[in-house]
């Protein structure tokens, strides 16, 4: 399994709990759409998952940014994932940022929003904010393969699926 997460805005740690940090644990890969905030958080999250791939958001200091990229693309079981916090043109600039990476799905954050749009060539995915929703409700996201691509649920720290969405993949 592959959790997404996003925007922790946390100073010392990872803020997880619940069915989130469940999730972090037993998945083999974790995605940080940054917003971090500050270098401890992502050191803490590391002692909790197999592996994270993280970017920089546009919030996060200076020893992140030393760290980890502003973009990058996570292949995950013959599917190209590209990653980045947000785009200054919207929904447009993140489905020209997967094509222009051949990406299947682009994965961002920085609304706080979770959200999922295939109404695009590229789907876009924001797993929201499980630390720090503003407003909104609290999420992250968990991706499996399936032999047509991916499946993916938003769910929440406590364990509520509350939308489900698959991603066709064109690798085998």
């Known amino acids: 399994m592959l959790v997404v997460i996003s925007d922790t805005h946390a100073t010392d740690d990872h803020r997880l709990r619940g069915r989130t940090l469940d999730a972090v644990r037993e998945a083999d890969a974790v995605i940080h759409a940054g917003d971090f905030y500050r270098e401890p958080v992502l050191d803490d999250l590391q002692r909790e998952a197999a592996t994270v791939y993280?970017?920089?958001?546009?919030?996060?200091?200076?020893?992140?940014?030393?760290?980890?990229?502003?973009?990058?693309?996570?292949?995950?079981?013959?599917?190209?994932?590209?990653?980045?916090?947000?785009?200054?043109?919207?929904?447009?600039?993140?489905?020209?940022?997967?094509?222009?990476?051949?990406?299947?799905l682009v994965v961002f954050g920085h609304s706080h929003r979770p959200e999922f749009?295939?109404?695009?060539?590229?789907?876009?995915?924001?797993?929201?904010?499980?630390?720090?929703?503003?407003?909104?409700?609290?999420?992250?996201?968990?991706?499996?393969?399936?032999?047509d691509g991916l499946s993916g649920e938003l769910v929440t720290p406590d364990g509520e699926v509350f939308e489900r969405f698959s991603v066709p993949v064109r690798r085998p």
């Open 54 to 104: 993280g970017v920089t958001g546009n919030n996060d200091d200076a020893a992140l940014r030393d760290r980890l990229p502003r973009e990058r693309v996570v292949g995950y079981e013959g599917a190209a994932i590209a990653v980045r916090h947000r785009s200054r043109s919207g929904a447009t600039g993140l489905v020209m940022f997967g094509h222009e990476r051949d990406a299947d």
């Open 117 to 147: 749009d295939d109404s695009g060539a590229v789907p876009l995915l924001n797993p929201g904010s499980y630390a720090q929703p503003r407003g909104n409700r609290p999420a992250h996201a968990e991706v499996t393969r399936t032999d």
